[in-house]
């Protein structure tokens, strides 16, 4: 394999940029578990600009290629399974996959305004705008897919540190917004502005933290969404989201210098491995002193001159990238080289993690929602709480065993990368804690039934205890202790009504006393105490509780 032709590093011969961004989606209906949300953007409608994505793995084998055998085949079976559905059994049709992916195709490319005046606005093609979806999982993940070619590194470097914002943690003296783009804009592939940004509103944004105790999503972003809806909002809609994490969303990124990576310095390394904002080569934006054996993975990393430098892989969890030279046709060539693998198989090495993070945090905001809903005092909250909880049992149980993944590849790249993915999001953490939560509520609610149970043996145990007396009376005397063989049908009747009224009357009226004569119970049978405290305990059954 040729060695790269000189060129220049610090210029990117492709640049490509991933965003994901997942979010809660708000259940349709309180009374079920599962949710198609997705079923809603499956209609036509003037105001729904989404379309489902057909699936590659066709009935067709000619259409089905090498790229998405490579893909698959990356995977270990249960995760292709997650990934692309059952296998076709004998005389059946294969199975469908539990993701379903939805694709907007008005917007064609993005351009990008920077604060920085010394940086020009910059237009990236758009690969593609999806929301995928997955079944019995309220979660969806928002991906969008921009590249350009031909740009300087410190544009890539800024893009990367400042296109995927929320919304704006704070304000330049000047009015730009902290950490974002001066203004982003969505176009259409004849150039008409189809959305804007709107960072500089200060007062909405404030006012809208004020008003709903969350923050709002910029314009820009809040119309690629539509027709879905922020939770926290006036707006109507049947779906709604609310976010998750942090306003700043992962990222993926691919690299290609034009020249030789290795003539970049550290500092750029470190700028692209922690998406930072960029700055002069050689001045280092963090102290990061094992920057390299923490967030490198550098198994292809040729990092001596006089070969081919091969690849880098940076990875800190909400970021990955993808490093190499423009120059060597293994790392880039469109349609069979590393960047189909990026588009790809790593495209899925670094979704997987997220949702599971998403999907996690998720079940932790239900059950919090739903302690937050719990008053012992009220009979019926407490009903639903168990209800709920139940409910987020079997979502967990489903959700372990239908999603979660410890291992996805023995591809030892493959692995190492899941893994550094995973440990930096720290989800088996996260999975723990919201296990630990949900066992630590169902054992509550356990307990809880034990001793009702208990309470009410209790109850059962005093109405028998004093019934015995009346029982033990009667079956002395006979059940002919009193004679009504000469009274009138009529008068058997009232008779018997009037005994059944006061029997029954008595055996509630001892249940009501059944504590302070459980109470009595245990003093009676207690040696130490004295005939005068046993008598106070009895007569203690009839005393009125004193408020504190």
């Not at 145990?461 to 019934?467: I, K, L, M, N, S």
Request: glycine letters at 6%.
């Amino acid at each position: 394999m040729a060695e790269a032709s000189e060129g220049d590093a610090r210029r990117l011969g492709h640049f490509r940029q991933i965003l994901l961004w997942p979010l809660q989606l708000m259940p349709l209906r309180a009374t079920s578990q599962i949710h198609r949300h997705w079923e809603w953007l499956e209609e036509a409608r003037p105001d729904n600009p989404w379309r489902e994505v057909d699936d590659e793995f066709t009935e067709d084998p000619a259409g089905f290629q090498q790229r998405h055998y490579s893909e698959f085949v990356t995977f270990l079976p249960h995760v292709q399974r997650f990934l692309y559905g059952e296998g076709r059994s004998r005389g059946g049709a294969p199975g469908e996959s539990p993701i379903r992916v939805f694709r907007r195709h008005d917007i064609a490319r993005v351009r990008c305004t920077y604060p920085d005046p010394a940086f020009a606005p910059t237009e990236f093609e758009i690969a593609h705008i999806d929301l995928y979806f997955f079944f019995d999982l309220d979660i969806a993940v928002l991906n969008v897919e921009l590249h350009a070619s031909d740009i300087a590194l410190e544009y890539a470097q800024e893009t990367l540190f400042r296109l995927g914002r929320a919304y704006p943690t704070y304000w330049e003296a000047n009015g730009d917004p902290g950490h974002c783009l001066k203004k982003t804009e969505w176009l259409a592939a004849d150039g008409q502005v189809l959305a804007t940004s709107d960072f500089e509103l200060q007062e909405d944004f404030r006012g809208h933290v004020n008003r709903y105790r969350a923050p709002r999503v910029a314009a820009h972003w809040d119309f690629l969404l539509r027709p879905l809806v922020a939770h926290h909002s006036d707006e109507t809609g049947p779906l709604r989201y609310r976010q998750l994490e942090y306003h700043r969303m992962p990222v993926m990124a691919y690299v290609a210098v034009d020249g030789d990576p290795r003539d970049l310095h550290a500092s750029d390394f470190v700028r692209l491995g922690l998406v930072t904002a960029s700055g002069p080569a050689g001045r280092m934006p963090l102290t990061v002193p094992d920057f390299e054996q923490r967030y490198c993975y550098d198994r292809f990393w040729k990092a001596a001159h006089g070969g081919p430098p091969g690849s880098r892989y940076l990875c800190c969890g909400e970021a990955f990238v993808l490093l190499g030279s423009a120059r060597q046709r293994y790392f880039f060539e469109p349609g069979g080289s590393l960047l189909e693998e990026f588009r790809h198989q790593y495209f899925l090495l670094f979704l997987i993690p997220h949702v599971h993070k998403a999907a996690l945090l998720m079940m932790a905001d239900r059950l919090l929602h739903s302690l937050k809903r719990l008053d012992i005092q009220q009979p019926d909250t407490v009903k639903r709480f168990k209800r709920e909880i139940r409910q987020m049992r079997e979502i967990f149980l489903r959700f372990t065993h239908r999603y979660w993944f410890h291992r996805v590849s023995d591809q030892i790249q493959a692995r190492d990368l899941y893994r550094m993915a995973a440990e930096f999001l720290a989800t088996e953490e996260l999975y723990r804690e919201v296990r630990e939560r949900i066992q630590d509520m169902s054992e509550y609610l356990e307990s809880d039934s034990v001793r009702r149970q208990a309470n009410t043996v209790v109850r059962l145990t005093v109405v028998t205890a004093f019934g015995l007396i009346g029982s033990t009376v009667t079956g002395f005397f006979g059940m002919n202790l009193l004679s009504m063989e000469d009274l009138s049908t009529p008068h058997k009747l009232i008779y018997f009504g009037g005994l059944l009224a006061a029997v029954t009357w008595l055996a509630f009226y001892t249940v009501m006393k059944s504590k302070g004569l459980s109470d009595f119970l245990d003093a009676l049978s207690d040696e130490r105490i004295t005939i005068r405290e046993k008598a106070s305990t009895l007569l203690s059954v009839w005393r009125r509780p004193r408020g504190d």
